[in-house]
């Protein structure tokens, strides 16, 4: 149930890191904005900046990334200009994130129960106690039989959708508004991956939080995301309801990456997929007009300059110089 | 290139010292051995009753203390160069036959190392001096004997992964013989890790004769062993404090050289690896 | 975990049989045995009484058998120089030198903990550098040399520390810098290099996430973590300061192992000097068999299999 209030704005972030070789622009002026209740999926292939993106939100990044936005808002609070003390408390306490690989995310030292419980100790002040039955009651909530015994187990004793399902306990420990998944089911065995992408739009259901969900697979948007945001080389080319992005999508690389997606009954066995020829541009030094140029068979002179980011009615956004909806056999 | 300052002065460091060392003869205004009980312990040149006649001074049997010094570098560099030899033979020559061949040999060559950790080097270094006489080529013996099993420990790991290498594959299917295979393509891969390893270990048994002489089973009077120079010294450390900071620098400067040279190696020998 | 215990302690045991082999074998490096007690000069009388006293004139294999045997049932035999039993003398300096090489390596933990997790933390920065070459300066000092200054300093110039004896613990504040300060360097990087690899794991960007105060992360998720090859490495470092506790004893008249050690080689007290070389074995071999299980324990995926 999608309402009207924004949880989380973020408006012209750029996330630059400084390499030897350069500084690396990996996220290039993006705005996305994702309400109470809804899933904002963005997808984009390796290297495109998704993963960069989400840390900047929870303040994450290595020593080498600055960090700049116009707007920065959690819950209409400016985090641009919040303090490390502040961030530190909203961290895990009402904004929360799951990362990619559950086999690792987990200390070996200490129990699934400790884990589960030491932030909410510290951020609600709890004792042992309310932190044991808290701990417990999602964990049953994600699935988990006999929660209770399970407190005392090490990571190490739990196979990976296990452990994956314990760290999106984890993240809901404390009540969140905010959860950011950042590709919760890649690393998982595909029967899996569709156990927990059906937990995460449950409990989405259920708790009202706002989800952003980071993916490379369009199979994953289709199945859960409201809103999707297409990212390529640092920017968003492509935003809007799911449904439409996947009915009509107007940037051409959206389009060449839905043409890739073989479709049972359309697709003929042994004919062709989709491809799209060339490589993800450096993202280093000075970039100019469209990143995606240098791969677009419909390419112009206008594409070497700015370019704008056209909207229509139905509220899809994206950035090409061609702004007719009915553009037909484009981006092969 | 980054600048691999550790190499640089370490090395520079060194070479210096190994300078004094071999042109000591021309190098020391006297003979380190020659007494002058008129000139007792004098004080080095930048004391109220020190001289440039001797300008780092005399000891308790007048002989110039500068001299002594330098020659005692001569010690101390033999000493290290000789056990780093001698142990390196022996500990190398394990620590090649275990990784290469694995098994039984492996298992024998790590006991080995095992047992032999569990000894007190010093205790035993000390028993067998006064044992069998202490003088200089006994402690490079006892020393050289003793101190093998970082060199087995480190080319054992070392040759077990060249041993992994192809290039040793295809030599073993090309016929050669081990004793060939283990000279031409594992040691010139395992020398880096073999030559950062014997300047740790020099430096080690440097200090270890310096410890060694400085209890009296070391290397024997009248020779300008720093360690013995300042075992000697020790009665006269309240008012001739100088007696011992001189040797007992110069050994630390010597060790630091070695040990900034050592690392500095490290590091140009294996790249990408920064401690 | 059991099974585990069950081969290292088979392992120890003969790694200690060899030792008491090698130790017992000390004797016979001058030579004739009965020659270095006798002492040179003596008659031939007094060299083949001497033999039968000790019995030198035995198969060696039985001598050492004798001895072993002996030494398990307690008996650890007769001190030449002191004319009293070498258990009784033992057991008199055992306290003292336990005591130096504990304090030693709690000085070592002391300096070296902090400065490695401020240098991984700050890794390239300044800090580190400076920390580094702590490590390097401290690691070129030979031990007795710095014993000496610190002698110079504390007990000459300063006036605030005793030099010699070992009744209050005052005693032990010098003996215990000198001796520990070369194992701090040795610690401080393996606790820098640990942190810094376990300050990269994902599930230190967890703990973060989870927004966790810093000093938790660090000290309860991360040092936790990078201190399990330190606590193997204590271990064995005790062994080397048990080891080398003679030079530092002797310069401070510490009534220890270590002096002892150092007056039964210049006496040739041979009995003496084979049973402290035999017991440091021992003692280190315990350790390194105690800090094995004790990393195991440490990482839970051994300890609950």
């Known amino acids: ?332 | 290139m980054k600048k691999n300052t550790a190499l640089y002065v370490g090395c520079s460091l060194l070479i210096f010292i190994v300078f004094c060392a071999i042109f000591a003869p021309w190098l020391s205004p006297y003979d380190p051995y020659v007494q002058d009980l008129t000139n007792r312990t004098v004080p080095p040149v930048w004391y109220e009753k020190g001289s440039w006649a001797h300008p780092l001074g005399t000891d308790q049997l007048g002989r110039d203390y500068l001299s002594r010094l330098i020659y005692g570098a001569r010690i101390s560099l033999l000493i290290g160069l000789s056990v780093a030899v001698i142990s390196g033979f022996i500990g190398t020559t394990m620590g090649m036959l275990a990784g290469y061949f694995g098994g039984r040999i492996d298992m024998f060559v790590s006991f080995m190392v095992t047992t032999r950790l569990s000894m007190p080097v010093i205790l035993v270094a000390l028993a067998t001096v006064a044992l069998v006489g202490g003088s200089l080529w006994v402690v490079i013996m006892v020393l050289g004997l003793l101190k093998w099993d970082r060199f087995a420990v480190v080319m054992r790991s070392a040759t077990q992964q060249v041993r992994a290498m192809e290039y040793v594959s295809a030599a073993q299917s090309a016929g050669a013989s081990t004793l060939r295979i283990m000279l031409t393509e594992v040691l010139p891969n395992v020398l880096p890790h073999l030559i950062v390893i014997a300047t740790l270990e020099a430096a080690s048994a440097i200090l270890l004769e310096a410890a060694l002489s400085f209890l009296g089973l070391g290397v024997q009077p009248p020779l300008p062993s720093w360690g013995l120079m300042i075992s000697e010294a020790k009665s006269y450390m309240f008012f001739s404090f100088w007696l011992i900071a001189i040797p007992g620098s110069a050994l630390a400067l010597l060790i630091f050289s070695i040990n900034l040279a050592g690392d500095g190696l490290h590091q140009l020998l294996t790249p990408g690896e920064r401690a | 975990m059991l099974a585990y215990i069950t081969k290292r302690l088979g392992l120890a045991v003969l790694v200690a049989l060899t030792v008491s082999i090698l130790a017992f074998m000390l004797l016979y490096l001058s030579g004739d045995p009965a020659l270095a007690i006798a002492g040179e000069g003596a008659r031939q009388v007094d060299i083949d009484m001497v033999r039968k006293t000790y019995g030198f004139d035995q198969p060696i294999i039985v001598q050492f058998g004798n001895w072993l045997f002996k030494i398990i049932q307690g008996d650890l035999g007769q001190s030449i120089y002191f004319k009293t039993e070498v258990g009784k003398l033992i057991f008199t300096k055992l306290e003292t030198t336990l005591l130096l090489a504990l304090y030693s390596l709690a000085f070592a933990l002391i300096i070296s903990v902090p400065l490695g997790v401020l240098a991984a933390i700050y890794k390239n920065s300044w800090i580190d550098r400076l920390c580094l070459a702590v490590a390097v300066v401290g690691q070129a000092m030979p031990n007795f040399f710095f014993a000496l200054i610190l002698i110079m300093l504390f007990s000459i110039t300063w006036r605030i520390l005793p030099v010699s004896g070992s009744d209050t613990w005052e005693h032990f504040v010098m003996p215990s810098i000198a001796l520990g300060y070369y194992a701090a360097p040795a610690f401080m990087r393996l606790i820098r290099a640990g942190m810094i690899e376990v300050l990269s794991a994902d599930y230190i960007r967890t703990a973060r996430a989870k927004g966790l105060p810093t000093r938790s992360v660090i000290f309860k998720h991360a040092l936790r973590n990078a201190i399990v090859p330190v606590v193997a490495l204590a271990a064995v470092q005790l062994g080397f300061l048990l080891g080398g506790s003679i030079v530092i004893e002797t310069i401070f008249a510490l009534d220890g192992l270590g002096y002892l050690a150092y007056q039964s080689i210049i006496q040739k007290d041979f009995p003496v000097t084979q049973v402290i070389v035999l017991l440091l074995s021992v003692i280190y071999i315990l350790l390194t068999l105690a800090s094995d299980i004790a990393n195991a324990w440490l990482d839970p995926r051994i300890r609950v299999a």
């Open chain 1, 1 to 332: 149930m999608v309402t009207d209030e924004i949880v989380l704005d973020v408006q012209g972030l750029t996330v630059d890191i400084s390499t030897p070789r350069g500084t690396l622009h990996v996220v290039r002026d993006i705005s996305l904005q994702v309400k109470r209740g809804e899933t904002l999926c963005i997808v984009g292939e390796s290297g495109c900046g998704k993963s960069i993106t989400s840390l900047s939100m929870m303040g994450l990044l290595p020593k080498t990334a600055r960090r700049t936005s116009r707007v920065f808002e959690f819950l209409g609070e400016d985090l641009a200009r919040a303090s490390k003390q502040r961030i530190n408390d909203l961290r895990g306490n009402r904004m929360a994130m799951i990362f990619q690989e559950p086999m690792t995310a987990l200390n070996p030292a200490y129990t699934i129960g400790d884990q589960l419980t030491e932030h909410y100790r510290h951020h609600r002040k709890a004792s042992a106690q309310e932190a044991r039955l808290r701990a417990v009651e999602l964990l049953e909530k994600v699935g988990i039989a006999s929660a209770a015994e399970r407190l005392g187990q090490y990571p190490h004793q739990l196979s990976g959708g296990l452990r994956q399902r314990v760290m999106i306990a984890m993240a809901l420990m404390c009540g969140p508004e905010l959860l950011i998944a950042d590709e919760p089911s890649t690393a998982l065995d595909v029967t899996i991956q569709a156990q927990i992408l059906r937990l995460l739009a449950d409990l989405q259901d259920e708790l009202g939080i706002a989800m952003v969900l980071i993916t490379h697979d369009l199979g994953v948007v289709a199945r859960i995301a409201d809103r999707v945001a297409v990212m390529y080389a640092g920017q968003i080319v492509e935003e809007g309801a799911a449904a439409d992005i996947f009915a009509s999508p107007q940037h051409p690389y959206t389009r060449g990456l839905i043409s890739c997606i073989p479709i049972p009954g359309k697709t003929m066995p042994g004919g062709k997929l989709g491809t799209i020829p060339g490589v993800v541009p450096s993202l280093i030094g000075e970039m100019r007009g469209c990143s995606f140029k240098d791969r677009c068979s419909l390419a112009q002179e206008r594409c070497s300059d700015t370019i704008p980011m056209y909207k229509n009615i139905q509220g899809q956004q994206w950035r090409c110089v061609i702004n007719q909806s009915n553009q037909s056999g484009a981006g092969q």
